[in-house]
Structure formats: structure tokens, C-alpha cells
């Protein structure tokens, strides 16, 4: 059998990519040198898949940013302001995924790409919106790799996902672009004819998410169009993530080549196959092995599924007929375990990231054993606490009658999500402290300075709710597993989030214990230095879990229930010492959410919830819990997260131009909220007035007022670790006086 790839990691074995663009972003390097080093690293990434025997090496999967912006620009679907900006093509795409403080342009929003933790820039489509051919990117990186004797397979973001991940101006719906998108990929196949690429990918991960008979409709209104003039360009459909049960028979109907399917993540496929076979005449790419997972696959077990698919779809191994692959792009697991000596041999011997996986594809594609295993079903049980354990008492609407003389808070409280700005003076200590350059009491001698001065300016400011800037962690989750039992670490297992913002997820391999007070001194020390309430901060069990590498022998539920009662542990240790309000993050709690509404429930949200409620049970009324979110649509989650209990939650709403507003007035969200008033992944700083016309919003849309506290916060919309001190400091203060000139201003 032949073997598949859809996508590889980008970033470099040593983050080389993340450093050429920060380089490049402050001036420090040309565009020249950025465009070699990305070159460098797709080149050296077509020659390690060759060396291991992929046959379908994919191009175009590489990105400066984000493949779903790099679709857009494709097509031409870059917005007005950006296009007329004056700009490069290179600025004006780095304007359009981060902003640009100079031309005054805030970025497109971002979201989660279906249920991983990599975040997409979303698609702009407007009246002034004309979609064609208007780029070369696929074109060049295939002659590049043509020239080192690679031949590759485009991927490309199809036009369906396209469509639907896009977001529209005014009364505009997807129905509208049908005509343009068709042509524009239509040109797609013309110039692939041309320049000699005889097969390509589009990735149509959308078709497993729950689909309309409208829906379905466009989908093959648009292929009908594109495949009618495919001519001798062979064209695979790429799904992962799910199944496509909505779309089956649509999808089996069309003149596709080649059709790749998930079966990890979408074991569905399996069933569709038992009920409607495959058709005869093309191509079957099963998805077998984990992309999502660093835990090595069970060849036999895998064996066992290929034999199974292969008796399924009448696709034999010997025809040709049918590939193997990743469940999806391999870009969501570190790079290599090559340079990951220091790991403990024996949790080194059981994992497999990107480089690895490769062997395992081929391992596979070899096998002779198709003898039956029988399944593991240990994911489909799982324990819920009983309801004593993750039901706080009393309700919310007492518990804000016991904090409200308590905090006495004005209206429009200001605070922020939690961590300040990581100066390289935060980085060079803790690596000084890795290298033993330092003692442990030098190093935390030096973070509490460094929390002193944070305290000291959030006071100067004119913040009403601080925090200590969270200097000692170097990741939000990292630092939680490092201080808990149960977790292992890479030395350089990096995976791209967003952009440049590339984390190295730990790895759940034992159950979690927490076997000592994590943040307790320092939260202590912080609240010490100031009258005004600081947060103790927390990261939040499904967080945690989701952005982790999870174990696979036994349930997610059962793995997130202990981490919760560590959790629940921490937080019962900070208000025994006085602090009163704890905020417990859960940045990631949409991340594992099933995409289709049927498993929402049973799957995930029926001990998702527990969870968080479980760290809260315990605290007294008078002690005040937040959460935070970011980077997700909630709409269809509002009744699911006020049902977390807490107290106060911070949104990210800036980057989606305060859209979520309407939905928690719809559901009567009865949660205090926090919807952020500016982007904290731009370097733009956002003025008094811009901050102010969004807080008048809130309170138009919330039905909520500006002359005392009505349980309307402003803050950013997310954590400040990434951003300079400079522009921290005039957005805080931006946002501090806008909010003082609601209040006075509603009060003339």
C-alpha cells in the first residue's frame, strides 16, 4: 500500500521559523532573509518525508501564518482596508493575521480550527469582495520542490471549509460567493494543468461538522462546477477530525479521484463504509494513525482496522486502490523525539511525534499480520463525582450579595486576564536558574522584584482587581504539570498555536496528584503588597487536559476528575490564606468539544462541566471564582459555560467585533462578564475613545448600566505574556480611562 501525508510541522526543529518572524517583525531582519529561512525549512521537510517513503508528499501545507489566510490571499479575498493600505504583500498579510500598529489596522479575528488548539485567521467576505485566482504561493513552493527532484501533491483549503469558516458583512451568506469561489478554483486546476501538477488536495474538513440539506447543496453545487473542468489533474478530498455521514452518499456521487477519511477520530466512517461500500473507481486514503496524539500506534491494532477497511470498501491492498495516512495534518505533534535524550527512556519508548509517525505509516503499509485485536473500549466508560462534590452552595445570585459589600467594586471594574509581559530580563532568569547560575532563592528572590514592580504599575494605573503577572510560569498548563505527579516533559516538543506562538503541551502518562501548594506563596506575597484585591490564578482541569497530551488507556473524564481535585485542592489552600478572588482558567474548554451536537452532551460536556464545578465546590460565598475563555465561538455553548457557576468570566470579543454579545443577551446569561475590549495579539494600542465606543456596546447589547457595579467588567481579551511593556502600559491605561469616562459620562 501506498502512504499519505497531509500536512507536517512548519516551525523547525529549533523553532527557526518563530524566531525569523519575531526577528523580522521589530526590524531586525529583511524580508530576504525571512523568505530564505521559510524556504530552508520547507526544503528540509520535502527531504525527510522522501528519505522515509511517503509517496504523496504534500506542498503548500507550509505557512508564514495560517493556511486558511493563505487561502484567502489565493483567491483575493483580502478586505479593502488592507488591500488600500499602501502596504507590501508581505506586510499586508502580516496586517491582516496580527495587525499593524503603523497603518492603524487591527487584525482579523482568530479561531480554533475545528477541535485542536492551532487557530485559524478567519476569511472576510464583503459586497466589494471579488474571489479569483490572484496568487502563486502553491505554484512556487511545487517548483521548489520539483527542483530538489520532489514531486508533491498541493494542499489546498477547500471552498466549501472555506465558505463556511468565513464570516460575512451585513445580510451576505455563503449562497452568495458560490459563483465566484467555483470559478476561482476552477482557475486553481487550469494553472495546475499548466504548470504540471497532476494531482492536488483540498481539504474539506467542514463536511464533518453537522451540515444542512442546504449545506450540502452548496458543497456539491461548487464541486459540481470545479470538477467539470478537472481535466487530467487528479483531485483528493481530504477530510479529518469526524466522519461524514451527513454527506456520504453527495460526496461518493462526485467525480473525486481520491477520497481521504478518518478513522480515528471518525470511527463513523467505518460504519458508512459496512452500509454504502466505496465506489470502484477511485482512491481510498484511510487515515489510521493518531496526528492529534504523541503515543505510539498499535501496528497490530492498526493492521487490524486497515484489514477491516480494506474488506469494508473492496479497496485491496495489492490494487492500488487504497493509501494510508494520518487521521489529519501532522502539524499538531512536535516535529521529532530526536532531540529528546534527556526524557525519561522508558515514557521516550512509548511516543511517536511527526518524524516518528512517519515509520510508523510505512510499517503499516507493510504489514502481513490483518490478524483481529479486539477493541479497547475504556473510552466509553467514565465516573462522574457525585453532585455534592461539584455543586458550590449557595447559589450565584447569593454568593453576589455576600461578595458585593465585600469588594464594593465601582461600575465598569477594570482588571486584566492574568499574566504581564515576559521580558527577556523574565526569560534570561529562569534559563539562569536551568543552567544553575542561580540558586533557587536568587531566582525567586528576583521574581518577586519583578511581581513588586507588576503590582506597583497595575496600582499606578488604576486597575480595581490585580494580578502578580504570573513571572514564574512559562506556560499556563506547562507550569501546572511541572508541579503536579503525573506528567512528562519535552526538551523541545513544540507545536505551532497560532502564528509565532508555538507551546510545548506536557504529556498526562500516570494519574495526577498534586503533592504540594503550586501558587499559594507567591499569591500571598502579591496580595501583601497592595489594599486591592489580587487573583489567585489558576489553570482550570479541562484546560489542562486539552492542552496536554492525553493518556489513552483510560477515559478523558477520568484523567480531568483528577486533575480537578488538584486543582479544587489549590484553590481551598488560597483562600485559607486569604485570597478572595480565584480565577480559574479555562481557555480550552470548547477545544475537544464534538463537533456535531448529537455527542456534545455524553461525550464531553457532561463531565467537562462537572470538572470545573468540582475545583470550585468548597470555597466559601464571599470568595469570588472567575474563568476566562478565548478564541472559540461560544454562541452555542452560552447555556453549557453559565453553567460552570462561576462568578465573573473574561471572553475574548475584540478580535470578533463583540459578536458573542448578542448571544449572552439572548440566553439571559446570568454569569458577571468580561468581554474584552481590545486584541492583545496585535501590537496595535487601542485609543480611549475606541475602548470607550466598545464598553458603551457591552452595556447597550447586556442591558446593563454604567453608574454602579452591574456585573459588566472590562479587561483585555486575553493574557498580556506575549506583548511588549510599552504598548501593555499605554493599553492599560487606555483602557482604565475609557472605562472612568463611561462612568462620568453616564452619570451627566
Avoid at 635 to 649: E, K, R, T
Amino acid at each position: 500500500m501506498k502512504t499519505c501525508v497531509a500536512g507536517y510541522p512548519r516551525i523547525g526543529h529549533r523553532r527557526e521559523l518563530k524566531k525569523a518572524e519575531e526577528s523580522f517583525f521589530r526590524g531586525e531582519i529583511g524580508e530576504r532573509e525571512l523568505l530564505e529561512t521559510a524556504r530552508s525549512i520547507r526544503c528540509e521537510n520535502w527531504k525527510r518525508l522522501r528519505e522515509s517513503d511517503i509517496d504523496s508528499i504534500p506542498s503548500n501545507d507550509f505557512s508564514l501564518y495560517d493556511n486558511v489566510l493563505d487561502a484567502a490571499c489565493l483567491i483575493g479575498a483580502i478586505p479593502e482596508r488592507y488591500a488600500n493600505a499602501g502596504l507590501s504583500p508581505l506586510r499586508a498579510y502580516f496586517a491582516m493575521a496580527r495587525g499593524d500598529a503603523e497603518a492603524d489596522l487591527k487584525a482579523l479575528p482568530m479561531r480554533k480550527w475545528f477541535t485542536t488548539n492551532y487557530h485559524y485567521i478567519v476569511p472576510e467576505l464583503t459586497e466589494s469582495s471579488r474571489l479569483r485566482l490572484s496568487g502563486d504561493k502553491p505554484f512556487d513552493e511545487y517548483r521548489e520542490a520539483l527542483e530538489l527532484g520532489i514531486r508533491t501533491r498541493p494542499f489546498i483549503v477547500g471552498p466549501f471549509t472555506f465558505l463556511k469558516l468565513a464570516s460575512y458583512a451585513g445580510n451576505l451568506t455563503a449562497r452568495d460567493f458560490v459563483g465566484q469561489i467555483s470559478a476561482a478554483y476552477r482557475s486553481i486546476l487550469d494553472r495546475c494543468a499548466s504548470e504540471g501538477i497532476d494531482a492536488i488536495d483540498l481539504g474539506e474538513s467542514a463536511l464533518v461538522t453537522d451540515l444542512s440539506h442546504e449545506d450540502v447543496t452548496l458543497f456539491s453545487k461548487i464541486y459540481r462546477e470545479i470538477l467539470s473542468a478537472k481535466g487530467r489533474v487528479s483531485v483528493r478530498l481530504h477530510t479529518s477530525f469526524g466522519d461524514i455521514r451527513d454527506c456520504w452518499t453527495e460526496v461518493m456521487a462526485l467525480p473525486f479521484d481520491s477520497v481521504a477519511l478518518d478513522f480515528v477520530e471518525g470511527p463513523g466512517n467505518l460504519d458508512l463504509l459496512a452500509r454504502h461500500g466505496f465506489p470502484s473507481n477511485r482512491e481510498l486514503v484511510a487515515g489510521v494513525i493518531s496526528g492529534r496524539n504523541v503515543w505510539k500506534t498499535d501496528v497490530a491494532r492498526a493492521a487490524c482496522l486497515v484489514s477491516r477497511i480494506s474488506a469494508l470498501s473492496g479497496c485491496d491492498p495489492s490494487s492500488g486502490r487504497l493509501s494510508l495516512g494520518a487521521s489529519c495534518s501532522l502539524l499538531h505533534v512536535p516535529l521529532s523525539l530526536t532531540h529528546e535524550a534527556s526524557l525519561n527512556p522508558g515514557v521516550r519508548s512509548r511516543l511517536s511525534f511527526a518524524e516518528e509517525k512517519l515509520s510508523e505509516l510505512t510499517s503499516i503499509a507493510a504489514a502481513d499480520d490483518r490478524a483481529r485485536v479486539n477493541a479497547d473500549t475504556t473510552a466509553d466508560r467514565y465516573a462522574i463525582p457525585y453532585p455534592a462534590e461539584w455543586t458550590r452552595v449557595p447559589s450565584r445570585a447569593e454568593r453576589k450579595r455576600s461578595q458585593r459589600p465585600i469588594f464594593a467594586f465601582p461600575a465598569l471594574p477594570t482588571t486584566t486576564i492574568g499574566s504581564f509581559p515576559q521580558t527577556h530580563e523574565t526569560r534570561e532568569t529562569r534559563a539562569a536558574l536551568r543552567r544553575g547560575e542561580i540558586s533557587a532563592t536568587e531566582y525567586d528572590a528576583a521574581i518577586r522584584r519583578m511581581i513588586a514592580d507588576c503590582v506597583s504599575l497595575q496600582e499606578e494605573i488604576g486597575l480595581d482587581v490585580l494580578v502578580h503577572g504570573e513571572y514564574e510560569r512559562n506556560d499556563m498548563v506547562e507550569f501546572f504539570g511541572q508541579n503536579l505527579e503525573g506528567f512528562a516533559f519535552t526538551a523541545n516538543g513544540w507545536v505551532q498555536s497560532y502564528g509565532t506562538r508555538c507551546v510545548k503541551p506536557p504529556i498526562i502518562v500516570s494519574d495526577v496528584r498534586r503533592a504540594r501548594p503550586l501558587t499559594v506563596d507567591l499569591a500571598v506575597y502579591a496580595q501583601s503588597l497592595s489594599p486591592k484585591p489580587v487573583k489567585g490564578m489558576l489553570t482550570g482541569p479541562v484546560t489542562i487536559l486539552n492542552w496536554s497530551f492525553p493518556r489513552e488507556d483510560i477515559p478523558l473524564a477520568e484523567s480531568c476528575f483528577q486533575i480537578a481535585r488538584a486543582i479544587r485542592e489549590e484553590a481551598l489552600d488560597l483562600e485559607r490564606n486569604g485570597i478572595k478572588i480565584i480565577q480559574i482558567d479555562e481557555a480550552a474548554l470548547k477545544e475537544k468539544l464534538p463537533l456535531r451536537e448529537s455527542d456534545r452532551g455524553p461525550r464531553y460536556l457532561d463531565w467537562a462541566i462537572p470538572a470545573f464545578r468540582l475545583c470550585a465546590s468548597g470555597l466559601r460565598p464571599e470568595t469570588q471564582v472567575h474563568t476566562h475563555m478565548c478564541y472559540s465561538e461560544f454562541a452555542d455553548i452560552v447555556s453549557a459555560i453559565d453553567a460552570l457557576d462561576a462568578d465573573v468570566i473574561t471572553f475574548e470579543a475584540a478580535r470578533s467585533n463583540l459578536s458573542l454579545l448578542d448571544a449572552l443577551a439572548d440566553a439571559g446569561f446570568e454569569t458577571d462578564v468580561g468581554p474584552g475590549v481590545y486584541d492583545i495579539h496585535s501590537p496595535r494600542v487601542p485609543s480611549v475613545d475606541e475602548i470607550a465606543s466598545a464598553i458603551r456596546v457591552m452595556l447597550e447589547k447586556l442591558g446593563r448600566n454604567a453608574t454602579a457595579y452591574d456585573g459588566l467588567w472590562v479587561n483585555p481579551d486575553c493574557g498580556l505574556k506575549t506583548r511588549g511593556v510599552e504598548e501593555t502600559v499605554a493599553s492599560l491605561r487606555n483602557l482604565v480611562a475609557a472605562a472612568k469616562s463611561v462612568r462620568e459620562g453616564s452619570g451627566t
